[in-house]
Antibody
């Protein structure tokens, strides 16, 4: 099982960014997928989830309206689009998986660092 | 959103000690509580889910308990490699929420 995030970097406030999480080693289309972030020196913050078929999704109140989660089951890839980036979005962004009835967030990616600064 | 209050925020203990970390939910979350260990610079690692089910490959010195709103993570026989920050997670409902974390120093 592997999850590999990418798309992070240094971006200016107000800009947009799309993070990707490429997966392998498991049946992607059978899993809920989630994004979690961690600001420097801070705790974990759950951000968003999406059902295997994309028919349901949800967001943390803190990011609702600016973040959009999506997935491509053919490419086995999870995405997170972030609009109107703010300094407080600076964090390591992780993708992780969940299977109904199974252990939650049993595998994680290594994370991708987003730094929002002018 | 359900608030998860974790305590203590930091803890100092010695090798061989038994330590307990507590997580309190702002409402009943049944047994939908998981514990994660995070070492510096690494992604979190699942230790326990469904309140007390030990994840495959996790040493048996880790155990979970509690129910409803109050949950515990206990490490029996602390080892040097247990130096880490520990987080609880409620997955009872969305938005999922983590506790603030407990930094364990050996």
């Amino acid at each position: 099982v592997q999850l590999v995030e990418s798309g992070g970097g240094l971006v200016q406030p107000g800009r947009s960014l799309r993070l990707s999480c490429v997966t392998s080693g498991f049946t992607f289309m059978n899993y809920d997928m989630h994004w979690v972030r961690q600001a420097p020196g801070k705790g974990l913050e759950w951000l968003s989830f999406i059902l295997p078929d994309g028919s349901d999704l949800d967001y943390a109140d803190s990011v609702k309206g600016r973040f959009t989660i999506s997935r491509d089951n053919f490419r086995k890839t999870l995405y997170l689009e972030i609009r109107d980036l703010r300094v407080e979005d600076t964090a390591v962004y992780y993708c992780t998986r969940d299977h109904y009835g199974g252990p939650p967030f049993d595998y994680w990616g290594q994370g991708t660092l987003v730094i929002v600064s002018s | 959103a359900i608030q998860m209050t974790q305590s203590p925020s930091s803890l100092s203990a010695s090798v061989g000690d038994r330590v307990t970390i507590t997580c309190r939910a702002s409402q009943d979350i049944r047994n939908d509580l998981a514990w994660y260990q995070q070492k510096p610079g690494r992604a979190p690692n699942l230790l326990i889910y469904s309140k007390s089910t030990l994840q495959s490959g996790v040493p048996s010195r880790f155990s979970g308990g509690g129910s409803g709103t109050d949950f515990t993570l206990t490490i029996s026989g602390l080892q040097p490699e247990d130096l880490a920050t520990y987080y609880c997670l409620q997955e009872f409902t969305f938005p999922h929420t983590f506790g603030q974390g407990t930094k364990l120093e050996i």
